[in-house]
């Protein structure tokens, strides 16, 4: 770090141990985190391609012309090629890991999926999910279950998709997330605590 005096960011008779502190990121709830009736609005959205589309198709040797054929597809009632619905399944379940289930250990099912309306090459997704219930796992000191409902939006505000998912989800006693070490990172990579003379923030858990 510079401690160059034009620099208004910086104290020049600091050290770069007295500016510098390892704090937590955002390490994905954990069962404690979730309460029943929350909405979680996922962020960024997806803009579907073409390119997405074909690549699902070949990759699942799913032959149905709706979704590679343009001649076929434009004497269809759609006129044009439909998104294959499991990418569109798969691309909001994505969408929805950063705050479902990041610190997952398993999903246990998909149930109630349900296609509201197609998704066209160039239509852009966003995704949320609303907690419908939690329990303590009866076999599983570690982890509890969570069920939500996960809605998926195209850029009109048209239900696209709804689904709801079961993920078995870590206790934060059982992960132990730190910021010098969070879930993914083997320990003694990047900066450490001496690093930075000690100065460590990390996460507060959410009070019930």
Same mark, same amino acid.
């Given at each position: 770090?510079?401690?160059?005096?034009?620099?208004?960011?910086?104290?020049?008779?600091?050290?770069?141990?007295?500016?510098?502190?390892?704090?937590?990121?955002?390490?994905?709830?954990?069962?404690?985190?979730?309460?029943?009736?929350?909405?979680?609005?996922?962020?960024?959205?997806?803009?579907?391609?073409?390119?997405?589309?074909?690549?699902?198709?070949?990759?699942?040797?799913?032959?149905?012309?709706?979704?590679?054929?343009?001649?076929?597809?434009?004497?269809?009632?759609?006129?044009?090629?439909?998104? $294959?619905? /499991?990418?569109?399944?798969?691309?909001?379940?994505? %969408?929805?890991?950063?705050?479902?289930? #990041?610190?997952? =250990? *398993?999903?246990?099912?998909?149930?109630?999926?349900?296609?509201?309306?197609?998704?066209?090459?160039?239509?852009?997704?966003?995704?949320?999910?609303?907690?419908?219930?939690?329990?303590?796992?009866?076999?599983?000191?570690?982890?509890?279950?969570?069920?939500?409902?996960?809605?998926?939006?195209?850029?009109? $505000?048209? /239900?696209?998709?709804?689904?709801?998912?079961?993920? %078995?989800?870590?206790?934060?006693?059982? #992960?132990?997330? =730190? *910021?010098?070490?969070?879930?993914?990172?083997?320990?003694?990579?990047?900066?450490?605590?001496?690093?930075?003379?000690?100065?460590?923030?990390?996460?507060?858990?959410?009070?019930?």
């Amino acid at each position: 770090m510079s401690n160059d005096d034009d620099s208004p960011l910086s104290d020049p008779d600091a050290t770069d141990a007295d500016e510098r502190r390892l704090v937590s990121g955002w390490q994905g709830r954990y069962f404690e985190d979730f309460q029943v009736g929350d909405v979680y609005k996922h962020p960024y959205g997806r803009t579907v391609t073409e390119t997405d589309n074909v690549w699902l198709t070949n990759l699942t040797m799913n032959v149905n012309p709706m979704h590679f054929n343009e001649a076929y597809a434009a004497e269809t009632e759609f006129g044009e090629r439909l998104v $294959d619905g /499991l990418y569109v399944i798969a691309l909001a379940v994505g %969408m929805s890991v950063i705050d479902i289930s #990041a610190n997952a =250990t *398993a999903n246990l099912g998909y149930d109630r999926v349900r296609h509201h309306a197609p998704v066209f090459h160039g239509d852009t997704v966003f995704a949320e999910s609303e907690v419908l219930s939690k329990r303590e796992s009866e076999s599983r000191d570690h982890v509890g279950i969570v069920t939500t409902e996960l809605r998926a939006h195209n850029q009109d $505000d048209e /239900l696209v998709l709804s689904l709801e998912r079961t993920p %078995m989800v870590l206790k934060r006693e059982a #992960a132990e997330p =730190t *910021a010098a070490q969070p879930t993914g990172w083997p320990d003694g990579i990047g900066t450490q605590p001496e690093d930075v003379d000690g100065r460590v923030i990390e996460r507060q858990p959410r009070e019930e």
